[in-house]
């Protein structure tokens, strides 16, 4: 069962600070749920390394906001959907927004996740949910593979996915980890050995991950696609709200 909406926004590939990407997934929820904006789709990238904390996360380690990467501290947001910490570095980001979905929010979640399942089979990597339950303790996103994952079929997790709801109105997005960064992750994470991303295979062309990934969402979903990118009038207003999104690291 796809959403009510037969023709979606498709936002174009955009690099930017991680405050204003937080800031544009929750305007474009609420343009949807309030103002019948149409549902939308779009992918981004982080143009700095950043690490994202989910909605309701105060816990992390004592040593996190000493983290520096080249010199410089990196940069902290919350995101507007719970979770865990994500490190945004070396990955492509994806964003739906859309409403008139039926059943339990788990359900939505799957179809949701529909797409990408499509989209990596199609680049040559084949996805199933993950099978542990959440650690109360880790705040690392990426330990866990849970049922609201995407991993490989040798448990690697390669999409991490979360959700906030407004009033039927749905916002899903999560992080593909096509290229982590080993280095930064051992400094916040710790060392533990991770396989190389499945992703580094596949062609370095981002453009036609994203251009794959959208062909599914279309086929997924049943809907056509209408190329918007933000308008400068947009963007100022997501970029009004862009520091509701950035995080002061302190220690907890």
């Known amino acids: 069962m796809t959403s009510s909406h037969s023709c979606w926004r498709l936002i174009p590939l955009l690099d930017a600070p991680g405050g204003f990407h937080m800031a544009a997934d929750a305007w474009l929820l609420e343009q949807h749920r309030r103002q019948g904006h149409p549902p939308s789709l779009r992918f981004y990238t982080w143009s700095r ?13 004592r040593d996190w906001p000493q983290v520096r990467w080249q010199g410089q501290s990196i940069p902290w947001v919350r995101r507007p959907t719970g979770g865990r910490a994500v490190l945004h570095d070396g990955d492509l980001t994806y964003s739906v927004v859309s409403s008139g979905w039926q059943g339990r929010r788990e359900a939505v979640y799957r179809q949701l996740c529909g797409f990408l399942q499509l989209g990596w ?22 330990a866990t593979a849970t049922a609201a994952d995407l991993v490989t079929p040798q448990g690697y997790k390669f999409i991490g996915s979360a959700q906030l709801w407004r009033q039927g109105a749905v916002l899903q997005h ?17 060392s533990h050995e991770r396989p190389p991303s499945p992703a580094e295979h596949l062609p370095k062309d981002i453009n036609y991950l994203v251009s794959t990934l959208t062909q ?28 509701t999104w950035r995080v002061a690291p302190q220690p907890p």
């Open 49 to 61: 390394p950043t690490l994202s904390l989910g909605y309701h996360q105060r816990r992390y380690p």
């Open 121 to 142: 089979q199609r680049l040559g990597v084949p996805l199933r949910f993950g099978d542990r339950p959440p650690s109360g303790h880790n705040p690392n996103c990426f």
């Open 174 to 190: 999560g992080s593909m980890q096509l290229a982590p960064n080993p280095t930064l992750q051992a400094q916040l994470f710790g």
């Open 216 to 243: 599914a969402a279309e086929e997924t979903f049943g809907v056509s696609f209408q190329v918007q990118p933000f308008s400068p009038e947009e963007i100022t207003a997501i970029e009004a709200q862009a520091t």
